[in-house]
């Protein structure tokens, strides 16, 4: 930095001390990341108890003019990706996890305005025993429902964008706008998320043209009833229940995001060591339940293809895998369960310890949903877990008759942080290279956004857009843009 940009800077953070209050303002970094990403120069943390503040707040940075930015985070669990860092030095962070109001909430009409700290657990909580729920994700109950969606995450249900009907979003000049559909006083008007002429809230996910102090969400009408199918299989048989589970897709016996697991990651689910497990929800009347779960179970032992076929784990007390799948089925109904009782199986720790205590990454392909993709996805695996030593779980989310996003994790012991981004490395060239490109990005990979991030024309004009919204790069210089 220049002395003058030093003085912008200090004068900048003077104000923002100015508008939240020293209390709320935390000098220096952001401390540990799961990922072990390159801890950023952030000159400090800011904690706005107000979404006014959180405006004022960038109004104040934008007067830096360009001496140092905000990247803003929702409750910061980004694990695997960055947690709360930004993508690049000398920034802010913009801690909104104090935002925790559900400032209004129509559950009839299927709709609540939240703020980036409301979690999928406090929503839920507020939903049990009404005719709507929440997309919720298997992360921990304590994550936000906003910033899981400003980053295209994905829910049980569908991808979380889907949910997004109207954000209030801090321009890089401090002018507040509410994009989309927002309740109205007087009038009920249908939640419909478009509006007339360009539709703009999709404008500000995964995107650093603006800061999000709101949003209006879509709730979702909660099914009579639900059965997860369970399903494990050998890994030979990986494409034959991959064309099985499209068939079950396509024709509409399967409900939100079934899900499939190579063994590494099947045994966060209790499955044997070398088994695949599939997750196949079936949802509806109780009546129509029954007969989906039937068609799909019965058509499953008729193809040989399975070694275990259950429909009944969730009902029955003595089943082994009782206690997890029926925390699977609760959480395809809206219940993020506040306990986090798969979430620490998983990780083998509480969600608040992963940042100092665990090694993990994330990287996050796109597959075609056929048996090649999905087939050739698993040797990819195989073949980083050979040249780096790093053995990654492989979910598969099915997004609908074409597609599946495919989580690969690496839990790692944090001595072990150099093999593990070793793998990442390899990852991001081995599936690029067959077409499998991120659909989300890492902190230390979003140079890679020029390589997989769509035709040249496109990202040149979405530049356009920032260079004329945000000229001095106020907010999150880097991020996707
Ligand atoms: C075991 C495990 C399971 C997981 N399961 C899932 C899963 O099922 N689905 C899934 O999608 N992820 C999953 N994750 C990943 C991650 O934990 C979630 O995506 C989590 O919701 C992200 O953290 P957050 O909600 O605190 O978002 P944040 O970290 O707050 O936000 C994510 C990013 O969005 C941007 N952002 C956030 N808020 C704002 C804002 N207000 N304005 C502008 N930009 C903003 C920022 O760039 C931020 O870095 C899982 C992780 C683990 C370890």
Excluded: C
Excluded at 53 to 80: D, K, L
Excluded at 153 to 162: K, S, W
Excluded at 256 to 278: D, E, H, I, M
Excluded at 359 to 374: H, N
């Amino acid at each position: 930095m220049t002395t003058s940009q030093t003085t912008d800077a200090g004068a900048a953070l003077a104000a923002v001390e100015g508008i939240v209050g020293a209390d709320r303002v935390t000098r220096g970094g952001l401390g540990d990341n799961t990922g072990l990403f390159r801890q950023r120069d952030v000159l400090a943390s800011v904690k706005p108890g107000s979404a006014e503040q959180a405006r004022e707040v960038v109004s104040a940075i934008a007067a830096a003019r360009g001496a140092v930015s905000v990247h803003a985070f929702s409750t910061g669990r980004n694990w695997g990706l960055g947690s709360r860092e930004p993508a690049t030095d000398t920034v802010v962070a913009l801690d909104l996890s104090d935002l925790t109001a559900i400032r209004d909430i129509d559950v009839a009409a299927g709709w609540a305005v939240v703020e980036p700290g409301v979690t999928q657990g406090q929503l839920a909580g507020l939903l049990a025993d009404t005719e709507r729920m929440v997309n919720v994700t298997v992360s921990t109950a304590h994550s936000s429902v906003l910033g899981n969606a400003l980053d295209r995450g994905v829910g049980l249900r569908h991808q979380r964008v889907e949910d997004l009907v109207g954000l209030e979003v801090v321009l890089p000049d401090g002018e507040l706008v509410h994009v989309g559909w927002w309740p109205e006083q007087d009038r009920k008007t249908p939640v419909y998320p478009h509006t007339l002429g360009p539709s703009l809230v999709q404008l500000f996910v995964q995107s650093n043209l603006g800061v999000v102090t709101g949003a209006t969400i879509r709730l979702l009408p909660r099914p009579e009833a639900l059965r997860v199918v369970r399903l494990n299989f050998t890994p030979d048989n990986l494409g034959a229940a991959t064309d099985l589970l499209r068939r079950w897709v396509t024709q509409g016996l399967a409900a939100g995001v079934p899900k499939f697991y190579n063994p590494t990651a099947a045994r966060g689910y209790g499955s044997a060591p070398g088994q695949f497990l599939l997750h196949v929800p079936v949802d509806g009347t109780e009546a129509a339940v029954a007969a989906l779960s039937a068609i799909i179970a019965e058509e499953a032992t008729r193809s040989g293809v399975f070694t275990e076929v259950s429909t009944t784990d969730a009902t029955d007390p003595t089943a082994e895998h009782h206690a997890v799948t029926s925390l699977v089925e609760r959480s395809y109904l809206g219940d993020p369960d506040v306990t986090d009782r798969v979430f620490e199986q998983k990780m083998g720790m509480r969600a608040d310890q992963l940042d100092s205590d665990l090694g993990f990454l994330f990287f996050l392909p796109l597959l075609p949903f056929t048996a090649e993709a999905v087939v050739k996805a698993e040797e990819l695996l195989a073949r980083v877990h050979a040249d780096t030593g790093i053995l990654a779980g492989g979910t598969g989310n099915v997004l609908g008759a074409d597609l599946v996003d495919l989580v690969v994790a690496m839990k790692f012991d944090r001595a072990d942080a150099r093999a593990a981004h070793r793998a990442l490395d390899r990852l991001y060239e081995l599936f690029s290279e067959q077409g499998f490109l991120p659909y989300r990005l890492d902190v230390d990979h979003h140079g890679w956004i020029d390589r997989v991030g769509g035709r040249p024309s496109a990202r040149a004009f979405a530049r356009r857009l920032k260079d004329s919204l945000d000229p001095t790069g106020v907010i999150a210089p880097g991020r996707y843009l």
